[in-house]
Antibody, heavy 119, light 110 residues
Framework: EVQLVESGGGLVKPGGSLRLSCAAS????????MNWVRQAPGKGLEWVSS????????YYADSVKGRFTISRDNAGNSLFLQMNSLRAEDTAVYYC????????????WGQGTMLTVSS | QSALTQPASVSGSPGQSITISCTGT?????????VSWYQQHPGKAPKLMIY???TRPSGDSNRFSGSKSGNTASLTISGLRAEDEADYYC??????????FGTGTKVTVL
């Protein structure tokens, strides 16, 4: 069974940093582009960042550019999101999501990890 | 990159058909056939329902169908059932190599 499991969420003060992880199993991780998508409490989905299979191409939403860094460890089947200079508006559930192979669609999602930015 | 525009809510009775619209620009919805749709029940992760405008993942219900005209994509749910009550989001690839989601639509089964 293909599974994505996020971890690393928590409570952080404004201006702080945190690193999210996503452990993948049941798939050949190196074959898939991966993404982070977030959802603020009671709000809609927001795409955050994408990384291609070999990390050759990386993209960010304007709202996080310069503050967040996506990375992956293909040998360890893991995806990461380093988040710096955190703001209250970054408070959200963060989902790790796989791109459907060869398509621009998110076909497998993790259960999400909650980040709260508050003093 | 602004969110794609969806109606806040759509409702219908069991057995009816409903349609959710998703309006973007020529830089996203109108420029590519890379629109996807997601269903999200409360407290759950989203589920892919449609990709490439109108393709259903294998094994998924044929009650869900997608289409596009110009800068507007649409999701139609036929034979509405109680379990279809959920939030629905569209998404598109963009000319900036990014992705954008719609504002979301709450579907209520009356």
């Amino acid at each position: 069974e293909v599974q994505l499991v996020e971890s690393g969420g928590g409570l952080v003060k404004p201006g702080g940093s945190l690193r999210l992880s996503c452990a993948a199993s049941g798939l050949t991780f190196t074959n898939y582009n991966m993404n982070w998508v977030r959802q603020a409490p009671g709000k809609g989905l927001e795409w955050v960042s994408s990384v291609e299979t070999s990390s050759g191409y990386i993209y960010y939403a304007d709202s996080v550019k310069g503050r967040f860094t996506i990375s992956r460890d293909n040998a360890g089947n893991s995806l990461f999101l380093q988040m710096n200079s955190l703001r209250a508006e970054d408070t959200a559930v963060y989902y790790c999501a796989r791109d459907y192979y060869g398509f621009y669609a998110f076909d497998i999602w993790g259960q999400g990890t909650m980040l709260t930015v508050s003093s | 990159q602004s969110a794609l525009t969806q109606p806040a809510s759509v409702s219908g009775s069991p057995g009816q058909s409903i349609t959710i619209s998703c309006t973007g620009t020529s830089s996203d919805v109108g420029g590519y056939n890379y629109v996807s749709w997601y269903q999200q029940h409360p407290g759950k992760a989203p589920k892919l329902m449609i990709y490439d405008v109108s393709t259903r993942p294998s094994g998924d219900s044929n009650r869900f169908s997608g289409s596009k005209s110009g800068n507007t994509a649409s999701l139609t749910i036929s034979g509405l059932r109680a379990e279809d009550e959920a939030d629905y989001y569209c998404s598109s690839y963009t000319s900036y190599n990014t992705r954008v989601f719609g504002t979301g639509t709450k579907v209520t089964v009356l």
